[in-house]
């Protein structure tokens, strides 16, 4: 399985994110610039390039015909993926730190950040997607503080105007973006930052990573744990691989003791757990410093991480990855 090496970026990714069909991969990262690359032989497609601060998160909807990223000069654009223009720009008292697009692309939910006396705040803006796009409206037709710690992270569930957030505190909830009400919490989800939400392909559950050392998979109606993998170090992303019963994590020791310890002990592999045994299977290494963000290709042919080394490294699984015997001897019966 060799990696194909994306070099786009001078300074540490911070998200990455598959388009719907996989043909493409979009990057952002701490440098202001955004990247998208063909995932097949990871050739550089184009740059979006228009921030002036440090590019926190990005999200595609599901033509691949809008992109939207959320910015530290306080900014959430709206961008043309095929021509790289800037169609809008919303702009906020702090920085955006998530984005995320609804299931029918009509909406974008973002969070900014709690700085400065001002509070964190979840905004859901309407998308007009009719012309050219450069017709948006300013103002957001939802917005609430969520009360008590503040949201990292957050993404539309299936159930309409219903988002689940992850937070500070280590807590997963969900809120009703119409009211602001929070309908359901799990206080205790983890017990440090909740630092990336993925849902499953169906949103029928989710699987989050923390700074604590463990991922877990929620069910997105009632967050109730159903799985939790713990590994030896603080975990920055956590992904669900499509057809197959694995999760991928990535994490390693902060950036700032990187220095102090060496590449193994740092820790600075991916890890595939089995989905249904908790248990390890297997490691893919290759990053010089912790991986900041893992996305899987919507087939699952593929996956993609990005470190803290400003590399995103595509692996295209081999064919012994699809004929391995999943659950060991056991026999699934239908």
Not at 74 to 100: D, I, Q, S
Not at 208 to 223: E, G, N, V, W, Y
Request: with cysteine.
């Amino acid at each position: 399985m060799r990696p194909i090496l994306l070099q786009g970026h001078e300074r540490s990714l911070t998200q990455i994110k598959f388009n719907r069909e996989g043909d493409l991969l979009f990057s952002c990262s701490k440098d202001h610039v955004m990247n998208v690359w063909y995932t097949h032989n990871g050739e550089r497609l184009g740059t979006y390039d228009a921030n002036n601060g440090t590019v926190w998160t990005v999200d595609v909807d599901s033509e691949s015909q809008f992109m939207v990223s959320g910015a530290a000069d306080n900014t959430l654009r709206l961008w043309n993926v095929a021509t790289g223009k800037c169609l809008f720009t919303w702009e906020f008292p702090t920085a955006v730190k998530r984005v995320a697009f609804s299931e029918d692309d009509k909406q974008v939910v973002c969070i900014t950040e709690q700085r400065m006396g001002h509070q964190c705040a979840i905004r859901v803006f309407n998308i007009n997607r009719s012309g050219d796009g450069t017709k948006q409206s300013k103002e957001p037709v939802h917005m609430f503080n969520p009360i008590g710690s503040k949201a990292t992270v957050c993404a539309f569930t299936a159930q309409p105007n219903i988002i689940v957030t992850g937070h500070e505190s280590g807590k997963v909830a969900l809120f009703n973006v119409k009211t602001g009400e929070e309908i359901d919490n799990n206080e205790r989800a983890h017990s440090d930052v909740v630092t990336d939400l993925q849902l499953s392909p169906d949103k029928t559950y989710c699987i989050t990573s923390s700074k604590d050392k463990s991922a877990r998979i929620h069910d997105t109606k009632t967050l109730m744990v159903i799985k939790t993998f713990t590994t030896e170090t603080p975990l920055n992303s956590a992904a669900l691989a499509p057809n197959r019963p694995y999760v991928l994590l990535g994490g390693g020791q902060e950036a700032m003791n990187v220095t102090t310890t060496s590449l193994r002990q740092g820790k600075f592999e991916t890890r595939f757990w089995h989905k249904v045994f908790e248990e390890e299977v297997g490691r893919v290494k290759g990053h010089f410093g912790p991986i900041n963000t893992i996305a899987v290709h919507p087939k699952g042919t593929c996956y993609a991480s990005g470190g803290e080394d400003g590399f995103v490294r595509v692996h295209h699984f081999d064919d012994s990855y699809f004929k391995t015997e999943l659950y060991g001897d056991l026999q699934i019966e239908d």
